[in-house]
């Protein structure tokens, strides 16, 4: 096994996941396109910790708090997109335009 | 390395298996027009990463993965997708933005510049590792790793806590 | 005493022969050693303060004056142990190795603190005034809205001139540098309810952040040349006369120089400090007196002998000592028409900064800071004082005042010394100061400054007397007269009045810590630094000069007298008043003076000619008043065309360019999340493309 081929991996799923977010309107797809992003970091994060090889295990263990952080994330963000829902009946990102000048 | 020679590692057809699967499943979970099939084959995404896990000696990181994506996180999904009716069903004018290739362009510039300079960086270089153990996480966790670890927790109830203040009805209405 | 005597044996000796010690040990070595707390203490009390400020009993206000305290004995510890013992201590902590960059060589980030007699004064001024303000603070600020928040800024305005002061190293210079920028841009805009005053706060910020990129070029160009952030070093490069320093050294000073006169408010960059004059009033107090802008004077100070040196950034002391004379004039004249008691003050405050700027680019180093110094007392207690005028009156406007010194007689008394310090009266601290610069130009003059440094020394004399007049203007129109206002004005609460009385005894005897030829411990302090060059410091009193400067000074308090005591309002010139709301009221009360109203409107509908005649009575009188008129017209005229028209307009092109920039470049705003996540990766790719191209 060379170390390449988890990372490439991982760039082939960040991308899915980029086009993911920016592509889908309804926010809880946005949510999903990002939990494929985390993926990929993690694979990126593992395979770096095994071709290190450190007595730390400092890749798994940032992998595993990258996975509580997403957890988080998610807990977070799909509560912002209820009560999106509930004040205006969408969970369309496109319709959330209230950054504008 | 020529490609002959690393298709000859059993390993490397096991991964290969696991990657086009990965990739398959992914695609799916950004193109399909079924928001549940799309919250459903992240099951699939995330249960190959967790086999590449186990392949990497990250047993630990491979079972949590599966037991807070494909347990909670993704049920959790499943519910987002319910409370917030997204259309159910084959209407791909509503979920997507009509104009598909500036994403598609980006995403895939992001591909070829970030497998670029990893190739570039890395090569044909071995992966050396063998496993780590789950004690010996837990060890490193609470040991090395104690003062992070304590503070992803207050992350983790700081959103719990943020999370039900959000999503909870207002009282006053 | 016999230290004592033995320093003064050293001072008449020569021009700074002080014996200074790098490593004190004992107690003042201690003292040296953790005098790191100093500008650490206000920033801790800053974040204290928004943290529980609201549930303590006294609202926050008491950490920030207890680390104010701290930092005013600890000062003050420092000061006598530098008297005893003059010291120059320094410690640099390495934070982190800024690494092999391009043309930067091995640089380090490091943070320190440096104890000589430089940075102690400024402790000094800092601690102390700044102890005075924060307790009258409490008294002016009791029931605003913001103010435990209040008091969070105002402690971190005061850390972050101190971390400016203590810095050893030119990237901490600048750290402090901006903490001063962010604090007052915070203080200013206190009252943000008000629209003006948030573009006070904005205004502020702006001109100070142009001029920073002068000092940010300067800055970088020493580092470079040296090799090192450090003050010394580059100090020690100057010394040794460095030959690639010398190729550079013009512009390094320019640059440092262009970011002093944004914080020191010199022309053009003067700007922001009237307006900063939104801010509540012991913001203007702290501000005029101890901290932002006395730092680019200090600045100066620091980096002197980069100037003083022969074949370094020597030339740009001519373009310092222009602009401070152009400063130390034009803005005094402005202070003659403005009716706002802040504003005088402001534009005062203006005059006196550029006494210091012209005395720096003079050469004379001690003169200068000495000035600082006296006018961090004088001018810290001129606000307090207006600020409990405005407080018992609630109104700015002169016009509204007169008469309070029966309502307010503590305040009436202790402005009435401040006044005559900043007069340059003897023998209260003005005069001294003062005089020490008028000697330093006229050294300078004789002494290869050349023309440049004559013309300033007229300009000087000439602003003695302006400053003598609009002084006595002010007492006159506050303290004089009948009350103009509505409302009862009332004495402030203790809380107020005693800083008033505190400050008001320093600045009658801050003076007497450098009687030139007689006891000059201030010229000790200043000269315990590792680099001490070239100070073009006059030796004794020069008689003539001190008797010019007082006879000037009082000529211009015998003009403010005769044209502002009079009582000759006549109701054609009454109806000219320019605050028409007012009018019926001063029908009964406003028996002021007829000059006083021409003075308003004069310039603008010009029956000059008419008072003139009308004082032509009496011969001194007419003399007087032509002057006054001149004055008038020419600070009218100054205000009106160079600084309203010239200066705002230039200005206003700016923000129309920007603001028809922004038109075209908000179309980009769509508000769309996806597009701006679109244009992140999309530069991601780009910058790492770039990256991998050109590595």
Known sequence: MIVNQFLVLGALLFSIGVYGVLVRRNAVLVLLSIELMLAAVNINLVAFGAYVDDAVAAGQVFALFVITVAAAEVGIGLAIVVLIFRNRSSANVDELDLMKW | MAFSDWITDARNIVFLVIALTMVGGALVVVTTRNVVHSALTLVVVLGGSAALFLMLGAEFVAWAVILVYVGAVVVLFLFGIMITRAPIGRDSVRLDHERRWPPALIALSVFVVMAWSTTLAFGSEQISGGVIRTDAIGDLLFSRYVIPFEAVSFVLLAALIGGIVLARKDPDR | ?695
Request: glycine share 12%.
């Open chain 3, 1 to 695: 005493m016999t230290t004592l005597l033995g320093l003064l044996a050293l001072a008449e000796g020569g021009e700074h022969a002080v014996e200074v010690v790098t490593d004190p040990g004992g107690f003042v070595g201690v003292l040296a050693d953790f005098a790191w707390l100093i500008p650490v203490v206000p920033l801790l009390a800053t974040f204290a303060i928004v943290l529980v400020g609201k549930r303590l009993p006294l609202k926050g206000w008491e950490l920030a004056e207890g680390a104010i305290g701290f930092v005013a004995i600890y000062a003050v510890a420092l000061l006598i142990a530098n008297w005893v013992t003059p010291m120059a201590v320094e410690h640099h902590i390495e934070i982190s190795r800024i690494g092999s960059l391009p043309g930067l060589g091995d640089l380090v980030l490091e943070w320190g603190w440096v104890v000589d007699g430089l940075s102690i004064m400024m402790f000094t001024v800092v601690g102390v005034v700044g102890f005075f303000v924060f307790t009258y603070a409490k008294g002016y600020m009791e029931g605003d809205v913001r103010f435990t928040f209040f008091f969070a800024s105002f402690s971190l305005f005061a850390g972050g001139m101190l971390v400016l002061v203590i810095a050893p190293n030119l990237i901490q210079l600048i750290v402090g540098w901006e903490l001063v920028g962010v604090a007052s841009y915070l203080l200013i805009g206190h009252w943000w309810e008000d629209h003006d005053n948030n573009a006070a706060a904005i205004k502020a910020f702006i001109t100070n952040k142009i001029a920073d990129v002068g000092l940010f070029v300067g800055v970088i160009i020493l580092g470079i040349t040296v090799g090192s952030f450090r003050i010394t070093d580059v100090l020690d490069a100057v010394a040794r006369h460095d030959s690639a320093l010398a190729a550079v050294a013009f512009w390094a000073g320019l640059g440092l120089f262009i970011g002093a006169m944004g914080k020191s408010a010199q022309m053009p960059f003067h700007v922001w400090l009237p307006d900063a004059m939104a801010g509540p009033t012991p913001v203007s107090s702290l501000m005029h007196a101890a901290t932002m802008v006395t730092a680019g004077v200090y600045l100066v100070g620091r980096m002197f002998p980069l100037y003083q040196t022969g074949g370094m950034a020597d030339d740009v002391k001519t373009i310092i000592i222009l602009a401070g004379g152009a400063t130390l004039l034009l803005t005094g004249l402005i202070a003659l028409v403005q009716d706002d008691i802040k504003k005088v003050l402001a534009y005062s405050t203006l005059s006196q900064l550029g006494y210091m700027t012209a005395a720096m680019g003079a050469g004379a180093y001690t003169a200068g800071l000495f000035h600082l110094f006296t006018h961090a007392f004088f001018k810290g207690l001129l606000f307090l004082a207006a600020g409990s005028v405005i407080h018992g009156v609630h109104s700015n406007n002169m016009s509204d005042m007169g008469g309070l010194r029966r309502f307010m007689p503590s305040t009436y008394k202790t402005f009435l010394i401040g006044s005559v310090a900043l007069a340059g009266i003897f023998p209260l601290s003005g005069f001294w100061s003062k005089d020490e610069i008028l000697a330093s130009l006229s050294n300078d003059a004789s002494h290869g400054g050349g023309a440049a440094a004559t013309l300033v020394l007229v300009l000087a004399i000439l602003g003695a007397f302006i400053t003598a007049f609009y002084m006595t203007r002010a007492v006159y129109l506050t303290f004089f007269g009948e009350y103009r206002g509505d409302g009862h004005p009332h004495e402030s609460p203790r809380v107020m009045t005693y800083p008033l009385w505190g400050l008001a005894a320093l600045a009658a005897v801050a003076g007497f810590v450098n009687i030139p030829g007689v006891y000059t411990p201030f010229t000790e302090w200043l000269a315990s630094r590792i680099h001490v060059m070239g100070d073009h410091h006059a030796g004794g009193l020069n008689w003539a000069l001190a008797l010019i400067g007082t006879a000037v000074a009082l000529a211009g308090i015998a003009a403010g007298t005769r044209l502002f005591r009079r009582d000759a309002a006549t109701q054609a010139e009454r109806d000219r008043f320019r605050i028409p709301v007012l009018y019926p009221l001063l029908e009964h009360k406003y028996y002021f003076d007829d000059l006083y109203l021409n003075g308003i409107v004069g310039p603008i509908k010009g029956p000059i000619a008419r008072f003139v005649v009308w004082t032509n009575q009496v011969v001194i009188d007419g003399v007087v008043n032509a002057f006054g008129a001149a004055a008038r017209f020419a600070s009218g005229y100054v205000y009106g065309w160079v600084d309203q028209r010239g200066i705002d307009l230039a200005i206003n092109v700016v923000a129309a360019g920007a603001g028809e920039a922004g038109g075209v470049v908000r179309k980009a705003q769509t508000g769309k999340v996806q597009q701006y996540a679109g244009a992140l990766f999309a530069g991601a790719v780009l910058l790492v493309v770039g990256f991998l191209i050109f590595s």
